[in-house]
């Protein structure tokens, strides 16, 4: 289960340092805001309002534990990186991760950008999945930085997609993986810790994208 692939649409290398502009946002009136903790740093992220059923899904998830001991399972550079298996918990080293979860789904509320930082939900794709509902419990964060003028136009182009001034500015001056837009649910943003991300997506991994050195989290809800 994940997020599609990298599909040569992004950015080649490690994204750009932490820039502290905002990304352009989502309804967030009811500002919830998500810790991850890891032994590289925290990552702090606010929940989108505009997407409650992953909001709520999420917040219950941190609360009752579900996360806690859980890896990034999955970390490529330049793209993304992935967590939220449940079986990561007890995974042995080289132990293929990434079909685990509560049992449910999550409709889709696609509507929010994979602006570098973004938080969403993996998901199966198109083929046994075509309502394009969610994991209910794995996510990744976008990494990925600036977008090439040319490869933005271009994707604009093949998925039809609309952006206003400001989010297309972002993906030029900031970063994010435009291509996964209309096709997955994002339903948060980083606000602090995008060069924990950085690290994160940087380490040392195995054949499937496994970091060979076990990257565990836990949530909580500040």
């Known amino acids: 289960m994940g997020c599609g692939d990298q599909?040569?649409?992004?950015?080649?290398?490690?994204?750009?340092?932490?820039?502290?502009?905002?990304?352009?946002?989502?309804s967030t009136s009811g500002e919830t805001m998500a810790l991850i903790e890891t032994d590289m740093g925290n990552i702090k992220v606010k929940l989108y309002d505009s997407t409650p059923k992953h909001k709520e899904n999420f917040i219950k998830l941190a609360k009752e534990g579900y996360y806690d001991g859980t890896l990034f399972h999955r970390v490529i550079p330049g793209f993304m990186v992935q967590g939220g298996d449940p079986d990561s918990k007890t995974a042995q080293p080289g132990q293929p991760l990434g079909?685990?979860?509560?049992g449910y789904t999550i409709e889709a509320e696609?509507?929010?950008?994979?602006?570098?930082?973004?938080?969403?939900?993996?998901?199966?794709?198109d083929q046994v999945n075509p309502e394009k509902r969610s994991s209910g419990s794995q996510f990744y964060i976008v990494q990925n930085g600036p977008v090439p003028a040319a490869q933005l136009d271009q994707i604009i182009a093949q998925k039809g997609l609309q952006y206003t001034p400001e989010e297309k500015d972002y993906y030029l001056k900031v970063g994010g993986t435009p291509f996964l837009d209309g096709d997955y649910t994002v339903f948060g943003q980083v606000v602090e810790g995008l060069d924990v991300v950085d690290k994160i997506a940087n380490a040392q991994r195995a054949p499937g994208d496994r970091p060979?050195?076990?990257?565990?989290?836990?949530?909580?809800?500040?």
């Open 110 to 125: 696609i509507g929010a950008k994979h602006f570098r930082g973004a938080l969403a939900a993996a998901r199966q794709g």
């Open 99 to 102: 079909a685990g979860g509560p």
């Open 7 to 26: 599909g040569g649409n992004a950015a080649n290398g490690n994204a750009a340092a932490e820039n502290k502009e905002d990304a352009p946002a989502a």
């Open 212 to 222: 060979l050195q076990d990257i565990k989290m836990k949530v909580k809800i500040l």
